[in-house]
């Protein structure tokens, strides 16, 4: 046993350096006596910044006392890793010297293991990171970040509220609370406090524009309601359209809605958005009432773009109609020759069952029932599916999927975005460098809001989701960090419609679940 949590401390010493320097920690600190306190002890219950943090961190690393050494290094790795670059640490920390018993360890491996996209593991390091200290407000806000990501919003809440009564100035949760709390005045609460201390604490400026965005839009949108469901006549069907592009191949699926006053709007139906997108010609014939601007994370383009939300009086889907729809308006056409005007996410109609089937052309809508919670979070179990279904992780509107792309005899386990409005399906770099056997070569391809880059092609790959195995060829490999770090979490790939095209599936977004069709 000293062998091997040396020979831990010593491989990860190899990186504390880096982190530090990234983070911006003060030379000033020291080792602590032997005897004395370790200054990462506790760490995980945080009421500190970042910076703090992070020179408890580096004096803790140079102690002689080899628990002591571990907490340090692992709360630098926690400050420091995000993606993919948060799987090693959290590999590292499954060896580190006594993490079973070790409350800080066990946190600081649950948030790494929730970035690497090992949301089953990260819940289970959580739960026993709580088990041996329920003031671990780390360990709560991962907790609170699975049951979010499952769709267990109640859950959620209660734990970020724990994460808060430890430490009221705990940023991700604050902002935990802002996306799941129902209540406006309380949401709008948690996103002003968050702005104040987000900055004080360090978070990104990214986000904490976001949240003033957030805001913006709360005190324009004043008491008024949104996606107020008008007529439910389910189960009922919504009929699809192939959008068929190059050779003769579907890339992608659309309906004809009524939005606002137009009517017969052709609308790309997207699992990898989230809410209803226009285009700025539509957004004018709809009637739609401008509200406030914000920047949508994760385009095409940069990365980003500007866009305005206001409000239509109606969507009408079919079987389903809404009154009071929030609408973001782009700044360009959706689609260059005008396919589709709009494209609408699938989250809209939450707490229903889906079933997407090409074959039939048509889209089933049937009610849903929520999932049984409970009133400690701890007790909710977030993963009872049965063995066909595949657990989604919802994350800012996206369905992501546990899933093994292989090339050759490598292989990785990664998340995918489910996204059948991708024509094809697409591999992020850091994906196709982990797998090999591509070809680099440059270019782009069209996207929303602008030109995505393109820097290879991965010639062949298989993908296997849940009871799924496609093989499929000439695959783009482009930069997906944008995405990645609007959920906060690695994704390797988006499965689009050159695999669903041929089989489709059901999806039900009140359990957030997956289960591919035959094809």
Known sequence: MERAGASWLK????VLALCLAALGAGTGFAAAPDGTACPADGASRLGASLSELADRAAAASLSDDPRCAARGLAL???L???GGAACAPADRLA???NV??????????????WRCGRAREAHAAALAALARDDRAALAWRTLGRVLEARLRDGAALAAYRRALDVDPDEAGSLAGVSRVEGDRARRREALERYVVVGRLRGEDDEEVRGALETLDFLDALGDRSLWVVERSDLPGKIKLEPYVGQAGRVWGWLARLRIGAARNVPTLVDSGASGLHLDPRLGKSSGLQPLAAATLVGGGGEGEHAVDRGVVDAVDLGPVGFTSALGVVAEGPLQAQGAYRAILGLDVLGNTRLRFDPRRRVLDVEEADAPETADDPR????????DRDVPLLVVEGHLLAPTTLLVGDARIETLALIDTGAATTLVAETSARALGG??????AMSGYGGAVGVVGTMPTMTARIGGLEETVRGLPIVDLGARSRLVGMDIGAFVGEDVWARRGFELDLAAATLRPLPR
């Open 11 to 14: 491989a990860s010493r190899v």
């Open 76 to 78: 630098a790795d926690w």
């Open 80 to 82: 420091d890793r995000r």
């Open 95 to 97: 060896d580190a010297p």
């Open 100 to 113: 079973a018993e070790d409350a800080d360890l066990l946190s600081f491996r649950a948030a790494l293991l």
């Open 379 to 386: 007790d909710v179990d977030p993963w009872p599916v049965s």
């Open 438 to 443: 591509w070809r680099e070569g440059g270019g």
